[in-house]
């Protein structure tokens, strides 16, 4: 396998901060991040729709090898250099089930923890980007009024 499709959620916190680490991790594979709701996502793995994306991370290989939930978390540790005796730990059949619960536990609390934690996803940061004014050739955001 040279390539992991990880299709994460870019409205989440949690998932685009998750994304950022593993991209400034050393990687056997290449990795390649798309938001599970984009065309290209939709594109690259037609049946994304049904396997609850929304929901849990989902991990594609580029022999079309699918990962959901901690199967998918498990293969992303596999990926990277500094974790890969990890994902082999957490991938032994005593350690199996206690990896399930934990990552559901984390899907399904993902938007309160980026919150609790002030992570900002990809898509709050891009409108943030977009939303700089650079008239005068130095950029700053847009001040908000307190309501």
Not at 100 to 124: E, Q
């Amino acid at each position: 396998m040279n390539t992991l499709t990880i299709f994460y959620d870019a409205h989440c916190g949690l998932c685009s901060r998750f994304r950022r680490w593993m991209l400034d991790q050393a990687a056997y594979v290449h990795l390649d991040f798309m938001p599970y709701d984009s065309e290209q996502a939709r594109n690259r793995c037609p049946d994304l729709p049904n396997l609850r994306a929304d929901q849990e991370i989902v991990v594609m290989g580029d022999d079309g090898s699918l990962w959901q939930g901690a199967g998918a978390w498990v293969t992303c540790l596999w990926a990277l250099r500094e974790y890969r005796e990890w994902s082999l730990r957490l991938a032994s059949p005593g350690m199996q089930q206690i990896a399930r619960r934990v990552v559901h536990w984390i899907s399904s609390n993902r938007i309160s923890l980026s919150h609790l934690l002030r992570l900002r996803s990809d898509d709050a940061l891009r409108a943030e980007i977009n939303e700089a004014v650079c008239d005068d050739g130095t950029c700053a955001r847009p001040t908000r009024n307190a309501a």
